[in-house]
């Protein structure tokens, strides 16, 4: 597949627009690939409701502020952010891109961002923290019988975070994936999944424990193999109040208030329009991300304002990877910022601390 590929990449990186990079990556990979990343699940209800609700919201114009040099420095769980993005941990990188996540790290790193570093990736743990250690900082991993051995490798790697997966025990119906027959090769997923000697099958096995719901956890099991993570965690797929509360009651560092991008449950609440209840539940000291329909820098300033200390782009992310490889990615982080930071200037915003919901309002219907 990526062999394929090579001959589609354009060696240009002065994208003067993010729809100028999605039009790249479309151009770049064949339709079923394009739609493995565009698509959701059932009737994708969710999926274009996540956009839906960034057009809810408008933020208010400061006129005579005196802000002219707003700060976008943040952090997450004592990790310095220059911007406040952060890049999802997708699997499959490779399919889009034959540099795939060190690729991505390495891009983050550049702008002072952090990258998610997922399990079910093309690269190993190590290898994608080899290339960009300053942004590879936070592994995914899925919650199954495996997860304290990923913590203690993680760990001894240099990772200072878990990032755990709750909404994937099955991967959701994903009905474009059905209609094109589309069957990646598996070896995209495998960079954590394989032997010690790189023997071959256990992805296969991944796959089937995802097909037979064997990734089946309750909040007990989690609890319990938390007690042995020996690093900060983060529960990514809360949705709910209630599910945002039970993760911080056993130990969650921070959460993720996210939808899976519209890929699981559908139809499902837009991740946006329940991340202030979930902000006022846990209240103000809990770490808190968004993903799931992050495509510009005012669906950024939106998600802070409404209660995310920072955001997690997926899809735009892989948008950069598809288009340019590592240029790719850098420019997309480059232009979100730069949007967030024209955006704070002209609402008198001078950090990201002072983005609240005093900044927005709803849109009238």
């Known amino acids: 597949m990526t062999a394929q590929l090579d001959s589609f990449y354009p060696t240009r990186v002065d994208f003067g627009t993010l729809d100028e990079i999605h039009r790249a990556a479309a151009a770049a990979l064949p339709a079923e690939v394009m739609d493995f990343v565009e698509g959701g699940a059932g009737k994708e209800i969710t999926l274009r409701d996540n956009r839906a609700a960034f057009d809810r919201w408008r933020i208010l114009p400061a006129p005579m502020s005196g802000v002219g040099s707003p700060s976008t420095r943040t952090e997450i769980l004592g990790m310095p952010l220059q911007t406040p993005i952060l890049t999802a941990p997708f699997g499959g990188d490779a399919l889009f891109h034959p540099d795939g996540h060190p690729a991505v790290a390495r891009a983050a790193q550049a702008r002072g961002a952090l990258s998610v570093v997922p399990e079910a990736g093309s690269y190993s743990y190590q290898r994608v923290r080899a290339a960009a250690p300053g942004a590879a900082r936070i592994a995914q991993v899925h919650p199954f019988g495996h997860v304290g051995a990923v913590a203690d490798r993680v760990a001894r790697l240099g990772y200072e975070a878990l990032c755990v997966t709750l909404d994937c025990p099955v991967g959701g119906f994903r009905t474009r994936n ?188």
Do not use: C
Not at 238 to 263: C, K, Y
Not at 301 to 313: E, K, N, P, R, S
Not at 329 to 337: K, P
Not at 338 to 347: V, Y
């Open 178 to 365: 059905m209609a094109n027959r589309f069957d990646p090769d598996q070896r995209h997923f495998a960079g954590n999944l394989t032997g010690e000697n790189g023997a071959p099958g256990v992805a296969e096995i991944f796959g089937q424990l995802l097909k037979r719901g064997g990734m089946v956890w309750d909040w007990a099991t989690l609890a319990t193999a938390a007690t042995g993570f020996g690093l900060p965690w983060i529960a990514k797929g809360v949705l709910t109040p209630a599910a945002a509360e039970q993760a911080v009651a056993i130990g969650a560092s921070g959460l993720v208030v996210s939808n899976h991008g519209g890929r699981q449950v559908d139809p499902a609440p837009a991740s946006l329009d329940m991340l202030p209840g979930i902000r006022a539940a846990v209240g103000p000291d809990v770490p808190i991300l968004l993903d799931s329909g992050i495509r510009t820098g005012s669906d950024v300033f939106l998600a802070l304002a409404l209660g995310a200390d920072a955001v997690i782009i997926g899809r735009a992310a892989i948008y950069g990877l598809a288009a340019a490889g590592e240029a790719g990615v850098d420019r997309v982080l480059e232009l979100l910022t730069e949007e967030l930071r024209t955006l704070m200037i002209l609402a008198g915003t001078p950090g990201i601390a002072e983005i609240d919901s005093s900044r927005i309002v709803r849109a009238s219907s």
